[in-house]
């Protein structure tokens, strides 16, 4: 398997201006094509930075991409300077999105390719034309991952199944994933006619009952699709997520088929006069408290006359918390088939984490309470 | 100076299953903190690449940062591989966010220090620990950031103005950062006192039109400020970009002041239910239509009583595109003080930057028709 390395050239990338997507990009290729990603290095607009670092990985790599530095502003030196040490382009490639050309550098059997840096045009150049060029393939991938939800990886492996390592390892590569509000384990077997062995022995630990997803679907691509395959539609009220559960759902492509809407109420005036929720029971309880959730939750799933609806009230920070309702908290609430759960739980991390944590777990909530029957199924 | 880099460990960084969050996290702090993050490398949870990418590293940095790998699972080998070609750390820092401790190794004069790759630990152990332990300090900083919209990055410097960068570089160094919509241009001022000087010399330029902020907040800051300030709320009415707009606004500390809600509208029923768009304009003119656009920044600053509504509707793809409305087509409308301005936008790119494109279009609208006069006041 041929090895590649990136070299991600721009000041930006190293001064805070932007995030680099395209490591992520090229990385994501290697589930499909068959080649390996080595390293990934990002290097600034600088003459000497990027020579060296050409040297490095073109030293430990079989080929080379370059990304960024391609424009047309005096701060872009890519492709004089790889000139300068690789000679002269042998040839140019195509770019579907925009008005750069890749560069093709050789030194010695080794192809030295520079695309730009903008991330949707570095990745269709990726998949039209730099593939094929380096006559690298598509790939048959024997990975089965395992999505858990509910406790982290150090409690996994060495409190809930301290032997489930050794074990998971004699079918094949094991790797373990923490992403928000849940851990992934994936297994790379070694005989891929051993997936059901895999699977059958998994769902007769413990690990079982924090299993979601045998497969390797994001979240809300998953609660699409079982929506869809279920003939359900849904929408969301949210507070304090103000929208971010809508979107996650509608970066689902398709998501137009069961995804309705959402009443995103910031303010108790919404709250009330588009969801339902009674003035009394904020009075009460109090904006934040699964009586609201659950007014909320019903109120969207009448009001936009969907088979479900799903809801989140908490306190995102900074400002906001109180010693009884601490930053962190929130409520979450599902309404489905004429009952509606809600939850109240106290998470930690700053404004832009609790945003994504209250929403993974109202969306964790709807999977447990509407699709858990069907996991087996999915093996 | 002090020359910093980072080695990121994980498989996860280099197979597609992971954003790397910590190169952007670490190079924010180079806004703040006197350092210069040299290079970023990507590297996997093998050993000899760990060694390698550490020689190659410390060889040409000052310290060296390095993230992932020190969890309680056996693919985290980054403390024993450290410790075999440096010796064992020499102390341990505190996790204010986590149970892993970092690493303090050392080379001659160099500091080589182990921290948790989980980001929201990565960064509170970087501002918390790391810096103080490396003696880096806070600096002022004497960058100037113009941001425009309207144009790209080749027009602007080739057509529009193209003695424009020789003339900034005699005020210090210059950047330019394409982003979805629009280019930020930096100058780094040689003299600080020449703040002034450069501002005025800009505004006379024809980059004028297009400048719609001198300053450094992202547009959603941006906005949320503006609207504290001119003591405005604001309400969103979302078809196409699914909650996007309204979850961007909200991820800004503070907006609950200004910002109250939004209904996200992604069948027609929601569009005419909630926002009171009218069938027949529906049914005449299609959804993806400036008319629509229109009755739904109106009905949502209606019906949630706020001073500014703001829509969104279009065809994000895959799928639903037609002749005369392709993919990329966006109908954005702005409705304030009784009036009410929509346009129709042709963009390109996959469903996910289309979102980003749609909202950032209607974002920027609403500067232009509501901020626009303010411009001089922020110089």
Chains 1, 2 share one sequence.
């Not at 890519?78 to 770019?95: A, M, Y």
């Amino acid at each position: 398997m041929k090895k590649i390395s990136l070299l991600a050239i721009g000041n930006e990338l190293l001064n805070g201006k932007v995030d680099d997507l395209n490591t992520k990009s090229l990385s994501s290729f290697t589930k499909e094509y068959n080649f390996e990603l080595l390293h990934s290095l990002f290097c600034k607009d600088n003459a000497d930075d990027i020579i060296k670092s050409v040297n490095y990985l073109l030293n430990i790599s079989d080929h080379l991409i370059v990304s960024g530095g391609l424009g047309p502003t005096k701060d872009d030196i890519t492709k004089q300077t790889l000139s300068k040490i690789l000679g002269s382009p042998k040839e140019q490639l195509k770019n579907h999105n925009g008005t750069c050309l890749g560069e093709v550098f050789k030194f010695q059997d080794k192809y030295i390719i520079a695309v730009p840096g903008v991330p949707h045009e570095f990745s269709m150049m990726l998949e039209k034309e730099v593939f094929s060029f380096l006559k690298i393939e598509k790939k048959n991938d024997n990975q089965v991952v395992f999505k858990t939800h509910g406790m982290n990886e150090a409690k996994i492996f060495e409190e809930l199944e301290p032997d489930l390592w050794n074990k998971l390892e004699e079918f094949g590569q094991v790797s373990c994933l923490p992403v928000i509000r849940g851990v992934n384990i994936g297994v790379n077997l070694n005989d891929p006619s051993k997936k059901v062995e895999l699977v059958d022995f998994l769902l007769g630990t413990k690990l079982k009952s924090l299993i979601w997803q045998i497969g390797n679907k994001s979240l809300e691509e998953y609660i699409i699709h079982k929506l869809q395959e279920l003939n359900l539609t849904i929408s969301t009220a949210e507070s304090c997520t103000g929208g971010l559960v809508a979107s996650m759902l509608t970066d689902v492509a398709g998501s137009s088929s069961v995804f309705m809407g959402s009443v995103v109420s910031y303010s108790n005036e919404v709250k009330i006069n588009s969801l339902g929720v009674l003035k009394e029971t904020l009075d009460t309880y109090g904006a934040v408290s699964t009586e609201v959730a659950t007014q909320m939750a019903d109120g969207v799933r009448k009001n936009l006359a969907t088979d479900i609806g799903i809801s989140t009230t908490g306190i995102a920070g900074p400002g906001g918390g109180s010693e009884h309702k601490p930053v962190g908290t929130v409520c979450i609430g599902v309404s489905f088939k004429g009952k509606t759960i809600s939850k109240r739980l106290e998470l930690c991390g700053d404004r832009n984490l609790l945003k994504k944590k209250f929403a993974a777990s109202v969306l964790f909530l709807l999977v447990r309470e509407t699709f858990s029957v069907t996991l087996q199924n999915e093996s």
